[in-house]
């Protein structure tokens, strides 16, 4: 009987372009888990159920990346970056060193000096683009740009 892997759903922002690139990069790794990438801009979508996410607030989902498993355990920022790490191959080692004293709260220093500038630095898109594809703008007769 062949076992199903674990889900992990990737709650990310889909305005911003570092983090665009980042889930795209994510999606060509092999992990053991299956990623399922959910832009916060589409949580309300039908869906969209993401086990957990109600806890969390919509500030806090702009702030930090947030992982959720299927029991609804959350994992934000650098925690959410380390619960990925450990299902892809050649990362685990690096999440292992997360383990280290202090490192957590190094990783979690980091992550949130370039999560507050990752517009300034990468970007970030005008339309509601994400890996699910991008919504064209509308002109002003409400008909898209093609």
């Known amino acids: 009987m062949q076992s199903e892997r674990e889900k992990l759903y990737v709650v990310y922002d889909g305005t ?12 060509e790794l092999r992990s053991k888990a ?8 589409s949580l309300q979508e039908a869906g969209n159920d993401v086990p957990g996410i109600e806890r969390a607030a919509e500030s806090d989902l702009y702030e930090k990346m947030h992982v959720a498993d299927e ?8 925690d959410g970056v380390v619960r990925i790490l450990r299902t892809i191959g050649g990362f685990r080692l690096l999440a292992a060193l997360y383990r280290l004293p202090g490192m957590s709260k190094l990783g979690d220093l980091l992550y949130r ?12 898109t005008e ?20």
Do not use: M
């Open 16 to 27: 911003c372009n570092l983090c665009i690139g980042t889930v795209t990069r994510l999606k």
């Open 34 to 41: 299956e990623l399922i990438f959910v832009p916060i801009q």
């Open 71 to 78: 029991n609804g355990r959350l994992y934000a920022g650098a």
């Open 113 to 124: 000096y370039i999560a507050k500038r990752r517009y300034d630095w990468f970007g970030q």
């Open 127 to 146: 339309q509601s683009c994400s890996v699910n594809g991008c919504k064209l703008p509308q002109d002003e007769r409400g008909k898209g740009n093609h």
